[in-house]
């Protein structure tokens, strides 16, 4: 309940980790680097702090990274690509206390949007029992698209919730623009469809475009690379803090330099002040992160493995032949056994639980 009495004046985030990056260029521009680079600070802490999610692998060169590939390179590992993340996402909450990382990667939102448009049109096509539904706008009403839209967002704010930060990466690509007037120009924007550069886009603290730039010095052309963080007109790129400059050299000390003068600037450029914020927000962070991580440990746990195995017995007992038949199917891609019975671990009960209650369209 909402107390107007007790309302405190909001104090800026002056953890890197409390905000969301999304960062954009063209292709070997250096998103993936700059990620790289920057768990390797004293900021982040080194490597070990710093997981990059591969839903396209670029980080081949990056020696020492952490990185999982979703897909995964198993042979063995045949679902889809959507139910391995967010089983990744499940085990990166429930064991938030036992892992180093701070900082997580997606690499790039252009696949993951489109596994997880994948996911949806699988689970809507077998929910509604409907072969027609392949493509997203298959689904009814627009439906299809809020869906995946409400499913992306979920999961991104459970990792944020479990106190990650979010370091987002996409690809660039011209856009025109028409104005009321009638006259158009070009604009440099994130390559993903209209409602998912809205979802990244309205969820983003910074939105950082690193260009590479030329320019003619003495007869030679000399190449530099810049991150932007206000927009020019031309680029789309912002932040929440006033204090930014337009765009800066691309260095990662520079970046960490810039990130800190714009929170210090926002605490009236009080450095007490903000070390004391730090300390705090840390405190308040570990805590809620505790809360949150605890509350999701226990709803994964409140049900004995006997208990799982009622509940998908009685949903089954509800479906009829052509039902049960799809069932397996899915049972034996996602948990390699038909047999729920014989099963080991809460994830495999959690997701034929899905799967039955989706099948039911419940």
């Known amino acids: 309940m909402i ?53 396209e692998k670029g980080y081949k060169a990056l020696h020492g990274i952490h990185a999982v590939p979703v897909p995964s390179d198993d042979p063995e590992e045949k679902r889809e690509a959507w139910v391995q993340f967010q089983d990744l996402v499940n085990q990166l909450v429930e064991s938030r206390k036992l892992v180093t990382y701070r900082m997580l990667a997606f690499d790039t939102l252009d696949y993951m949007y489109k596994y997880a448009t994948e996911y949806i ?100 052309v000399r190449e530099t690379r810049n991150i932007h963080f206000r927009s020019d007109g031309d680029i789309e790129a912002g932040s929440r803090f006033e204090n930014v400059p337009n765009k800066i050299e691309y260095d990662v000390d520079i970046f960490v330099e810039t990130f800190e003068n714009a929170v210090l600037s926002s605490y009236k450029n009080d450095t007490n002040a903000l070390k004391e914020a730090k300390v705090e927000q840390e405190k308040q962070l570990d805590q809620r992160v505790e809360e949150y991580v605890a509350g999701a440990v226990e709803e994964s746990e ?19 032949e052509a039902q049960t038949a799809e069932l397996k199917v899915k049972f034996k891609e996602t948990n390699k056994s038909v047999n729920y019975k014989k099963y080991t671990e809460t994830e495999q009960f959690e997701r034929s639980l899905e799967i039955a209650k989706t099948i039911l369209n419940w």
């Open 302 to 320: 409140t049900k004995t493995h006997d208990q799982y195995i009622e509940e998908i017995s009685a949903l089954i007992s509800k479906m009829d």
């Open 121 to 220: 049109i699988k689970r809507e096509r077998i929910a509604r029992k409907d072969a027609k539904i392949k493509q997203i706008n298959d689904i009814p009403w627009g439906q299809g698209h809020a869906m995946v839209e409400e499913e992306v967002d979920k999961q991104i704010k459970r990792l944020v919730n479990a106190g990650y930060g979010i370091f987002m990466i996409t690809h660039d690509k011209e856009k025109k623009i028409e104005t009321k007037s009638g006259q158009s120009y070009d604009k440099t924007t994130v390559t993903l469809p209209e409602r998912a550069k809205n979802l990244f886009v309205n969820m983003s603290d910074f939105i950082l475009y690193i260009s590479i730039d030329k320019e003619v010095i003495g007869g030679n």
């Open 3 to 55: 107390n107007v009495l007790n309302i405190q004046p909001n104090q800026p985030k002056a953890l890197i980790y409390e905000y969301i990056f999304l960062v954009y260029g063209i292709g070997k521009a250096g998103k993936s680097s700059l990620f790289y680079k920057l768990a390797q600070t004293d900021y982040i802490g080194g490597l070990d702090k710093a997981l990059l999610i591969a839903f």
